[in-house]
């Protein structure tokens, strides 16, 4: 049994993962659920519809934590993830980090992207890129987690065989993302406001997206030399999903069908993991899974591929995925407690 | 280990209850899935994002059924369940129906709202209705159980304390509900286009949908004599989730508080039934559950009471509520795969 | 040429009165548009997508609009008219409020249903009703007119010929209103987040909605005794429209046809009330139109009218009737610069 | 007064057609309302909430139609478009047309995109391209226009004054558009059946839309050159509206402010084209306007020019455009009839 608990409960990524872990109950224990707005309520008082079984929320007390955790999730705002994870940290929790904190190689390539300098370098260089498609072995033996975020999940694995085996310019890659407003979180603003989402699509943060640089990252590493890449993100009027259209010239000819084998050979085995033989995938086929789905398209006229890939951005690009992350680091079956069907509807 | 088979697999709540059934996994064993138009296709080809290791869509072949099956789910058309039910279970299956076909205890009845006589009178008196909060012995008993559907189901839980203890004038109930898109199914219509659906409300069927009979059959015996009642169902622009607003004056003076009491008494120990000690429920407290919640206010200057009911039409309202229904008859514990949490988001 | 103002032109409704007063651009001349949060900016900032052509955005200054203004529109939070109106009143102007502030005959009603006394009780005796299907002639002569809200127009006007026929018993009637979201305005909050209404549903303020009183109100006139009732709000994941379903037995048998005639008698040559031979009213057949079309269905059983009112609630439930009302007192053509086709789509 | 004609009225631009065109009513009048599944209803019949003024819908009769119309439009199915032009032209009659079929230059394009030979190559080489912003005094000349389609005005007119000034290097050129659902039009069928829609994306047609090659002729001409590109359209759950993203190298460095200086030189006085000098566009700042928004944001770590434009589909990008393209023939105020103001919510 793994004793759990939640820093950030009761934002939508927490109380996302939450609601994933009560489905892992043989093996998971909760412990503590914390919440700096909603201490002393219980979760389903924010969440009606989550069970009424799942402990109080609680304030944050990183040695209570600590005394009777094996592992604790930070699903915290950007920055407050850098204060408090040292801490667990040195106490010998197994930490998963869901905020972009830990998701660095560089703590200077932080420092660049989000505008102030990284607090806790020495820990960023023991915390692993938790992709376990990328990084399985070194999750397995890591005690710091950097949960990638939903965009650069379902963008880093649209392109990761093509990066790995220097199938395309890497001058032209550009990735349009598409996503559902939880992405966005739970606080209420006025662009977050029911009757301006809805019915509406808009482009965000162009050119200027911090995610840009973990995907960045991510893929150099992977092609063994610097990458720069467009990233534009778009803000759909549903809840969940994050649908990356994704473009980038063929270094040489390649048809769709052969891509479609490369990325089945680059991914066999991968539980979480669908490459269409033919056919796009929609944000229904994945809401509600733990799968990323990804579809290929070669515009011949252009030697261009279009690599089409969705995710539950709440699952696979945030709880999901630090389930995932936790079975690893456990030595558990990696898929326990995940969902592998989507809703569909 | 029970072996089950789906008959209309593909429909919308016969994928459903298949999505459902596939986390149940540890005691059921698919055998067949049904599909007249998509035989030798997989699930996972109509409805991407389920399980590819659910078995290939067949023909029908009730012998081939008959042969290796405990429970058949049939999700046909209403009319079609009649037709195929009595081959079934002739041949010693356990058969749970999600049409209005096996649903009411007088032939008439049937035959008055949906204007045909009923072609299996006899094993009408068989059949259960399938409402585990009210008959839940008799479904353990049951070999045929005609599963109610989404407005009945949120309608007569939501007024069945009040019937039953007589609390209400029952002259005066009127029920105004409201209904996701998927209780409308998967054939493509005019009137079900994506644009017609979309930032529209309408009501329809109004003082003539069939439910209704249902609603009094169910309400009348609780009650001990005839109710006849107001039933409008409304369409609304999202995909799932029933949220029915329940009016009736009261027979005496009672406080919403006396009220919540009296339904927490009626509801004790009902693993899927929640009612509000305050405030109300909305679709995102039940959807991807198999929940129904109820919340009561009391109009105290018209000594009227409202109950406001929210279930998942899919789940609680057909596919969840037929794996509890085979739970009981096979002895299982009632709530074994079915969720609990909502999705919320 | 009049010269309008609109005080509160920021909000939902007041932007909204401004889009639509810049149709009418033959006989209105803006003068001042106020906006407390605003004040210095272009409308077209707020709302892109408006025309750059209005005047800046200005700090109230009673003084300055009542200097060049013929008519003042004031589209202020509730409690907030209050304040204003009497100095705009005191000057000479015209005043069109959109406030509960000013629609009541009897300032103890005000009070027991805002839970305040109301500051100016002499000028409430000067303000009509701003409904031109009931008091059109009133309006004409009038100097202040409290225009309807959005539930209050839809529910009167479903409702009035059967109140003033006496064709019901007015002790059964039951309002079933579902609203959109912008009737919740602009500002942001928790229940109003994008992610918290999408695929949602819920009932508010149930038998405590302050509109209640002024449905009553306005019934109880036409009916010529006291009439209360229930009235239940919902809130509906789309931008525009209310629909409402309204029920009441029969005083005596009647047929839907029969209804339908009296409806037409009792609407003739109402330039926006659309009355259904057959079918009912969506969302869809008014939002974009000042209209309201009311549909009727007769329970033979339960002898027992159900009518469907629907209307744009930012046009004919605000922005709209408020010019409608401002063509009125102003001697012009009663429809014009209103738009009379729905956008449907 | 100008006569107009509508054929295929009740396809979603036709009806749409048909409700602006009542709104510049002083200068139009109706004549025939062509439907080949309606004839004998009236319009407001299939789209309750349009005028019941408006002429009876008909079934087709050239010479009907030719005996008294000054202008046609023809909203029919690609294919239809070109049985039926050549006989209204050769009366005589001015043409607008929505479907591809006369948009193009080269007989040959149209083939090789369409897969069929054009039936009317001859009086191909007679029409124009219908982009008032392109093509002002060719339109103004011409019987018979091919009003362009949604995707293609909302793409060409923002990368046209890059393209025109040779500011890009045209093989980078990627649009990846978004469009509602109104754009793939009334039939039912099951990908647009509502709860399919609804809470998902997708992307179709990749590297095959045919508007990719009205895009590619629009931009070679203003290049000097031949262009091909990426275009890619997505299916939003939305009504109405289309943001395109489109992406190009710059050939030398530019900043944001320097482009959106050429595009208010390009597009100085256009009537319906807004340039934004910050943020970006969203649907809602266009949708219910003849206006087409476009944004310009520059990537300069890459050198990246990203155009973020905003149509509503069935104003600008069919309808609305149509009746600009009538008011230029027909030699009168462009604007005429046109909304300016979008609808925002």
Redesign the interface.
Known sequence: MIRVSILGATG?AG??LA?LL??HKKKVQFMHLVSRSFAGKRLCEV?????ESLPVLEALDIDRIAADSDVAFTSLPHGASKEVIPALYAKGLKVIDLSGDFRYDDAAVYAKWYGEEHSAPALLQESVYGLPELHRSAIKAARLVGNPGCYTTCSILALAPLAKHKLIDV??I?I?A?SG??GAG?E???P?????????????K??THRHTSEIEQELSKLYGGEI???F?P?L??????I?A?S?ANLAQKSSAKELVSLYKSFFAGEPFVKIYES???????????N?I?IGL??????N?V?A?SCIDN?IKGAGGQAIQNMNLMFGMDETEGLP??????
Chains 1, 2, 3, 4 share one sequence.
């Open positions: 939508y109380a996302e609601r009560s489905m969440y009606p519809g989550l069970s001058y032209t550009i349009d598409k407003s939880t739970r209420p603003s006025q977050l406001h029911f009757c301006e989402v809805n019915e509406s699509v808009k482009a965000y162009v050119a720069m890449l467009s534009t778009h759909l009027p549903v809840n969940r999903g649908l259209t473009y056919g796009l995938p929609e944000l229904k086929h994945v809401n509600g899974s799968n789905a398209a070669v515009d011949e006229r252009l261009r279009i089409v709440l592998k069907n989507a809703w569909y509807l």
